[in-house]
């Protein structure tokens, strides 16, 4: 329904990040400082039970079917879309050599779930069981020079360029881990996190500027 | 254009070797030695003619030889008992302190009895340079020969780790001397029979600092009354691992040094009773350490080793013992060869130390000089072939004193003689009154002697280690030349491709967009690079490959989720799927009818199946350098039951023998050939199963003739059989199918069946190289890695099926790279690392009878590459079940063509995505020539590239040959 996508305005979409930050933000003074090095289950704990609720009500709200699915019903979805979408990047993190022991449980549980909130639950809250939409999601990743560098969908950039912000900064983050520098931040998954997280805000960042040079391009278009 | 490409190739091929040549021959110099031991005539002043001509002595009793060595010496033996203590990773800076200020207080404090016999000048002390790398086992050789090894004496030095070149320990023992030693182990290695009572401590266990040195210390009360030995050597090894664990500054430190101090006290307490003061101590460490403990580089705190001699030869009235009193390491070697009146060993490059010799009389001390001098003029005339002293000697007179000579030799002329004639004069002047201008003249001699030594000893030595600049720039220009040959080849043949592709029109029109996995390949490729950088990644390379590829296949997971999800929707791109499917004839799968959602299905299940063994085979091996003590699978089996190794072993076997009748059965070729391939591989898998049960626990008993002779049917019973199924292949395969093709009525049905012929044949041929590779794999590797290779194994076919389940998904040069990037990852996952210390050397030995060192190292490549050598035989099977398209849609027969589409790819990308690894990293090392870690990581890891190549070299010949021999006959036939 291109008509519908194009009502995500510049400003819903700012709107909607800054809600999204501000739980990131509230999970964080409630750790404090460099409570993700002395304590990564803690942290990483705040940082999913602030970030679900923000991230589950905002992107229901921004549900792509509106008229046959309630806000209620979106919100299902992404509860239901946390634990999935934690499965998949547990498993990707794992195949990616992270440490399986029973000590890292715990930790690993958490960081998949904060990544699905990154990740996974707004596209179920928006695309709920529609195949086109993951298709074309999905495909969008697939051709990722495209989709950057044509123009596309406007609200496909607000669930999609987080997304990839956050899993390239998860995949740069773990980088630094084989060094030899003996630093407590290299313990799995403490600078993926690190990096989810900032690759995330930038990627917040860049949807945005990139559904502002959207929106600009539209008007140009239709005056 | 197939031969324009393959001459490209060949001249990149070529320039490559070239330049890699030039830029080992520059980075590890190979210095020529000498060979056997100095005996009595490096008493006498070396002659003019060739070196080689020694007239052989014949060996003389111990008692004998040492009263002629006394003899033709002229100087009586200073000492008779030596004590050489040996403190692992003492920095000189903590005894005689840096700059000439004494050491910290603290130092001085822990150190008490030592710092007093330093202070009263019963001591001396040098700062000894030690030569990179700055590691424990050639350290030792150079105390003991004076001499300093090349890189690759240590790297070619597998297969025995006894030292064989002339020594000082062979020369003492030689003369009657009882040797003990008591610590590192090393020792042992070196000196296998040498010791008549011998204690090893093993340095294994880095944490432990206290044990290592009690075992050590706790023979001392019975050695030190014990008076048949006459050379003791001690070992400690605690004060490295308290460097190693904690650093210079570690709280353990003080303590370890006061304990040190403490064996000092008691080895001269007892030597002292001794009333003669005939025993030397001397205190000397390896190496030093970094502010953080380790050690191997060639930074000033790590070569600051110490030599401390602690006799009655060096007192004397005054002194300032925090003098920087700079020695090299290697000057041990001749000053305590001179002390204990034995030749100097042949290839000593070192300098005697003067204070040494207070003792001795003026005219005994220019003796000692002299004789250096003429060992040192030996070792000479061996690297300056045509350097002759005599006619030196005369020329020097005619030309007169030239200050700035330009030519080496000259300029060693110009030392020498000036030192013989100064010598010469002071042995005149001797019988002259004149006590003043007899101690000139000896002066002078010393100073002009040493002027010789010194120079002498620097150039010797810099011929060791100096690296010809311009020669290094030069190899790799070459091999970037090469590097870019390949890459134009590879571009020129995309450019290509992309035209026939816009001519033919192809359906695929999306494949002209970049896809994120190719995007990826590059920029994964781009970081490898640079992580070469680095020596951890160096040393953890594991990590860097293992993500590389999970993180490829993850993509391939999801565009095969994506090209479901697409597949359910679009009933277009169903219809062009179903209509390659049926275009495509052979491939594992399809030779079943698969509905849509089946290949679907089997599509995910091979990624997937990709991707956990792969991580299986991650954690088998920690690997790497600095966390290899982690716990892994191989570790918690190795201290399980052997029989479950030993059934681990048997399942993998079966499991490859059961694989390979399965993939015969499905060519459905009833040739007799084939069933013969067959049953030999059945038998060669049984011979293996045979040998895994043979071989017992107790592998202490290497040489069972049993399992040899077993190792060696297996390699006969599988030479026949591949030799045989690779001529045979592509004569047994119809050129005309008797199938009709209903499906393909547009295309004309001879080229297709045509391309099944020799498909077919290329697949044979494929499936049995792999599958014979694997069982010598299994054969030869460790027991503990049969379930990796199986791992590897699968990951290669479940790749193959992957790829030809569908073959629009992913782009031909992805799929060769993927395999590449598993071959790599596999390479690590078999427990290689980048440190020459995982060579599993134990296997090279596996059905050889008798000692062949070109044999073994063969076998020990094959054990190394074993898993990028698999990929590249999988590369043939994927070449047979791959894409037809093009050639079917080709409107002349051509099996040249066929063969070129065949092979192209899958020889060029390894070949260049080799060259890229090669000419970066060895950018990287010309870089990074003067870098701590250049001797531990880089160059080690230099040998690997290099072994990687030429692994490459050989894996491309292979698929190319065997694609070019099945193309030729094929095309003889159709003839």
């Avoid at chain 2, 030196?392 to 000579?405: A, V």
């Avoid at chain 2, 490859?656 to 399965?662: E, F, K, N, R």
């Avoid at chain 2, 990074?928 to 870690?933: A, S």
Wanted: proline fraction near 4%.
């Amino acid at each position: 329904m291109p008509a519908q996508v194009t009502q995500i305005s510049a400003v819903t979409a700012a709107a909607a990040h800054v809600l999204c930050l501000a739980g990131l933000a509230a999970a964080h003074a409630l750790a404090g400082r460099g409570a993700l090095v002395s304590n990564p289950a803690l942290a990483l704990r705040l940082l999913v039970v602030c970030e679900a609720p923000v991230v589950i009500a905002v992107f229901s709200y921004l549900r792509r079917d509106r008229k046959s699915c309630s806000f209620i019903k979106a919100a299902a979805r992404g509860l239901i879309g946390l634990p999935v979408g934690a499965l998949l990047n547990a498993f990707g993190a794992i195949v990616l050599g992270a440490p399986v022991g029973i000590k890292y449980w715990t930790v690993t549980i958490y960081w998949s779930l904060l990544m699905s909130l990154f990740t996974f639950v707004p596209a179920a809250c928006v695309f709920g069981a529609s195949k086109i939409d993951w298709q074309n999601v999905l495909s969008h990743s697939m051709y990722v020079l495209d989709f950057y560098f044509t123009p596309t969908d406007a609200d496909n950039y607000i669930i999609s360029v987080p997304c990839h912000g956050a899993v390239l900064g998860a995949w740069l983050g773990a980088w630094p881990m084989p060094l030899d520098w003996e630093r407590p931040w290299q313990e799995w998954p403490i600078c993926v996190t690190y990096g989810a997280v900032a690759g995330y805000l930038v990627g917040m960042a860049v949807s945005l500027v990139l559904i502002a040079v959207h929106k600009r391009r539209v008007r140009a278009k239709s005056d | 254009m197939g031969a324009a490409v393959a001459w490209w190739t060949v001249a990149a091929v070529l320039l490559q070797v070239a330049g890699l040549s030039l830029f080992l021959y520059g980075f590890f110099p190979v210095k020529p030695t000498l060979h056997g031991f100095s005996g009595a005539e490096s008493y006498r002043m070396p002659s003019c003619g060739p070196v080689n001509a020694v007239e052989q002595e014949p060996a003389l009793p111990p008692n004998q030889l040492r009263s002629l060595y006394r003899e033709v010496s002229g100087i009586p033996p200073v000492y008779d008992r030596l004590v050489l203590m040996v403190i692992d990773g003492l920095p000189a800076e903590f005894v005689l302190g840096r700059g000439g200020n004494p050491p910290s207080k603290e130092m001085m404090e822990s150190m008490p009895y030592t710092q007093s016999l330093l202070a009263g000048c019963k001591a001396t002390g040098y700062h000894s340079k030690a030569a990179p790398p700055t590691v424990t086992m050639p350290r030792l050789k150079a105390m003991v020969s004076g001499a300093i090894g090349g890189f690759l004496d240590v790297a070619f030095n597998f297969n025995t780790q006894a030292f064989l070149e002339d020594n000082l320990l062979d020369q003492l023992h030689m003369i009657g001397h009882k040797l003990v030693m008591l610590g590192d182990e090393t020792w042992i290695k070196l000196f296998p029979t040498l010791f008549a009572r011998q204690d090893g401590v093993s340095s294994f266990y880095v944490r432990d600092t206290t044990e290592v040195d009690f075992n050590v210390s706790r023979h001392l009360d019975f050695e030190l009354v014990a008076k048949d030995w006459s050379v003791l050597v001690l070992h400690y090894l605690g004060l490295d691992h308290v460097g190693h664990i904690g650093g210079r500054r570690s709280v353990l430190m003080t303590q370890k040094m006061k304990e040190m101090d403490d064996v000092i006290r008691r080895v001269h307490d007892v030597s002292l009773q001794d009333n003669l003061e005939r025993t030397l101590l001397v205190v000397v460490s390896d190496h030093g350490m970094t502010e953080g403990g380790n050690h191997g580089g060639s930074s000033y705190e790590e070569t600051d080793s110490l030599a401390l001699f602690i006799g009655h030869s060096v007192q004397r009235p005054h002194c300032s013992p925090y003098d920087q009193n700079e020695a090299l390491q290697v000057d041990l070697a001749p000053t305590l060869a001179l002390l204990f009146g034995v030749p100097i060993p042949k290839n000593n490059i070192g300098v005697l130390l003067p204070e040494l010799f207070n003792s001795l009389t003026d005219d005994q001390k220019l003796r000692t000089l002299e004789l250096n001098s003429w060992q040192i003029l030996r070792l000479l005339q061996a690297q300056i072939p045509a350097f002759c002293l005599e006619e030196c000697i005369n020329s020097e007179d005619s030309l007169g004193i030239d200050i700035h000579p330009e030519y080496i030799e000259k300029k060693i002329c110009h030392f020498l003689s000036k030192a013989f004639a100064s010598h010469q004069s002071s042995r005149l002047q001797q019988s002259s009154d004149f006590k003043s201008a007899e101690a000139l003249y000896v002066g002078t001699a010393v100073d002009n002697y040493y002027g010789f030594l010194r120079y002498a000893s620097e150039w010797l030595s810099h011929r060791a280690t100096d690296k010809p600049f311009y020669l290094l720039i030069s190899a790799t220009l070459l091999m970037t030349l090469s590097c870019l040959f390949l890459m134009g080849t590879v571009s020129s043949l995309f450019k290509g491709q992309s035209l026939s592709q816009a001519y033919h029109q192809s359906e695929s029109h999306l494949d002209q967009r970049w896809h994120l996995d190719e995007v990826f390949i590059l920029i994964g490729i781009f970081l490898y690079v640079i992580s070469l950088c680095s020596s951890s990644f160096v040393e953890e390379e594991q990590y860097t490959w293992n993500f590389l590829t999970s993180t490829l296949y993850l993509i391939f997971l999801i565009k095969t989720v994506q090209s479901m999800l697409k597949g359910s929707n679009s009933t277009l791109v169903r219809r062009v799927e179903g209509k390659s499917f049926d275009a495509n004839n052979f491939s594992y799968a399809t030779n079943y009818e698969l509905t849509p959602g089946k290949r679907d299905g089997y599509r995910l299940c091979t990624v997937l199946i990709v991707l956990i063994a792969g991580r299986v085979i991650r954690a088998w091996h920690q690997g790497g350098i600095n966390w290899v003590h982690f716990p892994d699978i191989s570790k918690s089996l190795a201290q399980a039951d052997f029989s479950i190794v030993k059934s681990l072993q048997t399942i993998s076997v079966l499991a490859v023998m059961t694989l390979y009748s399965v993939s015969l059965k499905l060519l459905r070729a009833k040739s007799k050939v084939v069933i013969g391939v067959w049953w030999s591989h059945i038998s060669c898998g049984l011979l293996v199963l045979l040998h895994i049960w043979e071989n017992q626990i107790n592998t202490s008993l290497p040489i069972n003739h049993n399992t040899t002779s077993i190792a060696k049917l297996f390699y006969a019973i599988a030479s026949v059989s591949i030799s045989s199924t690779v001529l045979a292949s592509p004569w047994i395969f119809p050129i005309y199918s008797m199938e009709a093709k209903p499906a393909s009525s547009d295309s004309n049905p001879v080229k297709d069946i045509d391309s099944r012929g020799i498909r077919n044949s290329v697949f044979l041929t494929g499936i049995t190289y792999i599958m014979f590779w694997c069982l010598l794999q299994l054969l030869l590797q460790q027991p503990i890695n049969a379930i990796p290779l199986l791992l590897i194994f699968l990951q290669t076919f479940s790749s193959i099926a992957h790829f030809s389940l569908d073959k629009t998904l992913h782009k031909q040069w992805v799929q060769v790279i993927a395999m590449q990037f598993l071959g790599m990852a596999g390479h690590f996952g078999l427990g290689n690392t980048n440190s020459l210390a995982s060579i599993d050397v134990a296997g090279a030995f596996i059905g050889v009878s008798s000692y062949s060192t070109v044999l073994s190292g063969i076998l020990m490549f094959i054990i190394t590459y074993g898993s990028p050598l698999m990929l590249y035989l999988g590369m043939l099977v994927y070449i047979s079940v791959k894409d037809s398209d093009d050639i079917s849609t080709q409107r002349q027969l051509k099996l040249s063509y066929i063969v070129d589409k065949m092979v192209t790819l899958p020889c060029l990308l390894p070949l260049l995505i080799n060259s890229v690894a090669l000419t970066s990293y060895t950018t990287v090392l010309l870089l990074m020539r003067n870098h701590l870690f250049v001797w531990s990581v880089f160059s080690p890891k230099y040998l690997y590239v290099c072994a990687a190549t030429v692994c490459t070299y050989v894996g491309v010949s292979i698929i190319a040959m065997t694609a070019v021999y099945t193309g030729a006959v094929f095309s003889f036939r159709t003839r």
